[in-house]
T-cell receptor, first 113, second 113 residues
């Protein structure tokens, strides 16, 4: 079945450091891939998405490239800010008849001033 | 433009009781999905409603049921509550298939004691 695996957190960085959060997936065909962010006490917000191989999703300085050959969708940001502290979830939407998003377990990011 | 609205925001119930959670989708969206997010975990798909019918269901017992109304709003009902039902319940809306990502509400925090 479809699944998503994320690196375990927490990830602790200093402000302006480079961020990578790893995400790999298992799925048949070409799923759509997403990154969602959850700030404390809130629901999930769509951060970026990619719907086909080699697509690059980007938003607010975050980027992720859909790599079919490595079944990966790693999240990157060149210079993190304290306000980026949150939990980040990688998710996929299968190409089968499923309408459900499948999420990873989430990675908590803490950015220190 | 209002996003997804969920009520109540917090709820405390006793084991064995029944609970109803409510969701109003984002304006223009016709599909509502419900997710359960246990503490420290990624959201798990419960079910999805479209055209007032359950279109797909995740791996949840029959104690979990739902309804969608003609105005696209939705309810999630859980009977015979267990301690393990304590979680954040997220409602997400979309227009048809979700390739562009769901819009999530802030959730209802259910505590079963």
């Amino acid at each position: 079945g479809n699944s998503v695996t994320q690196m375990e957190g927490p990830v602790t960085l200093s402000e302006e450091a480079f961020l990578t959060i790893n995400c790999t997936y298992t799925a048949t065909g070409y799923p759509s891939l997403f990154w969602y962010v959850q700030y404390p006490g809130e629901g999930l917000q769509l951060l970026l998405k990619a719907t086909k191989a080699d697509d690059k999703g980007s938003n607010k300085g975050f980027e992720a490239t859909y790599r079919k050959e490595t079944t990966s969708f790693h999240l990157e940001k060149g210079s993190v800010q304290v306000s980026d502290s949150a939990v980040y979830f990688c998710a996929l939407l299968g190409m089968d008849s499923s309408y459900k998003l499948i999420f990873g377990s989430g990675t908590r990011l803490l950015v220190r001033p | 433009d209002a996003g997804v609205t969920q009520s109540p925001t917090h709820l405390i119930k006793t084991r064995g009781q029944q609970v109803t959670l409510r969701c109003s989708p984002k304006s223009g969206h016709d599909t509502v999905s419900w997710y359960q997010q246990a503490l420290g975990q990624g959201p798990q798909f419960i079910f999805q409603y479209y055209e007032e019918e359950e279109r797909q269901r995740g791996n949840f017992p029959d104690r979990f049921s739902g309804h969608q109304f003609p105005n696209y709003s939705s309810e999630l009902n859980v009977n015979a509550l267990l301690l393990g039902d304590s979680a954040l319940y997220l409602c997400a809306s979309s227009l048809g298939r979700v390739d562009y990502g769901y819009t999530f509400g802030s959730g209802t925090r259910l505590t079963v004691v």
